[in-house]
């Protein structure tokens, strides 16, 4: 499917059938990005108080699987059952994930609840694409992802520091309890659209069966035992790594469509291109706040301010991208990916410049900012391209792959760049090389991804190209 036409008028997010779907849809996504943002802060108050230090990591490890197990399986059900049972459960596993955690008595019961989000939260996010593909016109779909960035904006910025007051003066289980009327709430709204919600016809699309949730597994698992050994390095974890990649590349081989490693046009290039943008920035963006403590000496307030910074940009970055432009889309979007591309390697670039100078630190600031402005931009394009390339069979699994493309390269990049980190504090290397080796690694996929970004125009949009040409000699 292409959309070479000129665009018309879209119809507004929250006029008429559509508000109470958009309404819906933005509250979920808020209170999923709140609860990933203040986690984080009050889990080491929740692991004393439950005496459960030695199952830290679990509540996040255990959230990991469940949530890629959940991506997996919401697409699967979407393509053969329709986005409705996904949405349905997601909502109640995410509600009883947060009861769980909230009333929790033991570390095995939180870590439980954590598992239960987790899997709730992948069967929404991977679902509600699926929605925004078959219930918003292809004119207003930029618009949506445009506002799906803005929700995660407020988390990102309170999120934390709200966290940590609720957690010092009223309690850590309010963390999780104070969440619930207003998932409840969203819940409520998108009844309407539960039943709305048509059935898929016709075949069924190529990604069902038991053989995927294997998959998916492995792939869950390869992911956490990365990280693990991105963050303890040591002969022992570094040797479980291995299995560990294997099992994800086992796992990825039979969930990613066919063409994906080569960026092959259509829904490939879009899920590829993902996953270096997220690879690329996320890879960088966990080594900002630590490489200006270490480097220059800045307090946690200060550290964190480049990533509050890139927060804000990153929703205007999104909102650009869905302004309603005539002319041909598809040009456009791939321009679009392009410069987003190349502000991010610029961005990073500019984090490299900073840890190398004594007085450049403040540099960090404007460089984030436009490294956020860059991904907020090329994020929402290749969501976009996503739902124009693929069909009402595969848009399930298809949006499930952008799920695990993000996670997976993200997961594998941090946890490169922990390597580093922990070969810096042995006394291998220094700081400033880890930090500046790893930044220019970064830069090298962003620019990887620039340079790919013609690959996103769809094969007829490309033959015509190929066609044009040859009648012009």
């Not at 445009?146 to 995660?152: D, N, Q, T, Y």
């Not at 436009?370 to 399930?396: E, F, K």
Request: with cysteine; charged share 10%.
């Amino acid at each position: 499917m292409t959309t070479d036409a000129v665009q018309t008028s879209a119809p507004r997010l929250f006029a008429g059938q559509l508000r109470s779907t958009s309404v819906g849809i933005l509250i979920l996504i808020t209170l999923i990005a709140f609860e990933e943002m203040a986690v984080a802060p009050a889990l080491p108050t929740i692991a004393r108080d439950l005496h459960g230090l030695g199952a830290y990591g679990w509540a996040f490890t255990g959230f990991l699987v469940a949530n890629v197990l959940g991506m997996v399986v919401s697409g699967q059900l979407s393509d053969t059952r329709g986005p409705r049972t996904p949405l349905a459960v997601g909502m109640l596993a995410f509600i009883g994930g947060l009861l769980t955690s909230g009333t929790a008595t033991t570390m095995l019961q939180l870590v439980g609840g954590r598992v239960v989000q987790g899997l709730g939260g992948g069967l929404l996010i991977t679902a509600i694409y699926v929605v925004i593909g078959e219930r918003y016109p292809q004119a207003t779909q930029p618009k949506v992802f445009a506002a799906l960035a803005s929700a995660w904006v407020v988390p990102s910025l309170v999120g934390p520091v709200l966290s940590g007051a609720i957690t010092e003066h009223v309690g850590w289980r309010w963390v999780f309890l104070g969440l619930l009327p207003l998932v409840l709430l969203g819940s409520a709204l998108m009844l309407p659209v539960l039943r709305s919600l048509r059935r898929p016809m016709g075949r069924r699309g190529d990604g069902v069966g038991p053989r995927r949730v294997v998959r998916a597994l492995a792939v869950a698992v390869g992911i956490a035992v990365l990280e693990q050994a991105g963050q303890h390095p040591t002969p022992l974890w570094l040797g479980v790594g291995v299995p560990g990649l294997v099992a994800l590349v086992w796992g990825l081989r039979g969930l990613l469509p066919a063409g994906t490693v080569r960026a092959r046009r259509g829904v490939p290039s879009t899920i590829a291109l993902r996953g270096l943008l997220a690879g690329a920035f996320f890879g960088a963006e966990a080594m900002v706040p630590l490489s200006l403590t270490i480097q220059h000496g800045f307090g946690a307030t200060q550290a964190g301010l480049p990533l509050a910074c890139s927060g804000l940009t990153w929703a205007v970055g999104s909102w650009w991208q869905g302004r309603e432009v005539r002319g041909d889309e598809q040009v456009r979007r791939v321009r679009l990916v392009r410069c987003g591309y190349s502000m991010i390697a610029l961005g990073v670039l500019g984090i490299a410049v900073s840890v190398t100078t004594g007085g450049g630190a403040l540099l960090a600031y404007p460089a984030w900012a436009l490294a956020g402005l860059g991904a907020g931009m090329t994020m929402a394009t290749l969501s976009v391209l996503l739902l124009r390339y693929t069909n009402d069979v595969d848009r399930g699994a298809d949006s499930a792959s952008l799920q695990l493309a993000d996670v997976t390269s993200s997961a594998v990049t941090t946890g490169v760049g922990g390597v580093l980190i922990a070969a810096a504090t042995a006394g291998s290397l220094g700081f400033t090389t880890a930090f500046v080796t790893l930044d220019l690694a970064m830069v090298a996929i962003a620019l990887v991804g620039a340079l790919a970004a013609g690959r996103l125009r769809s094969p007829g949009a490309a033959r015509q190209v190929a066609h044009d040409l040859s009648i012009d000699r």
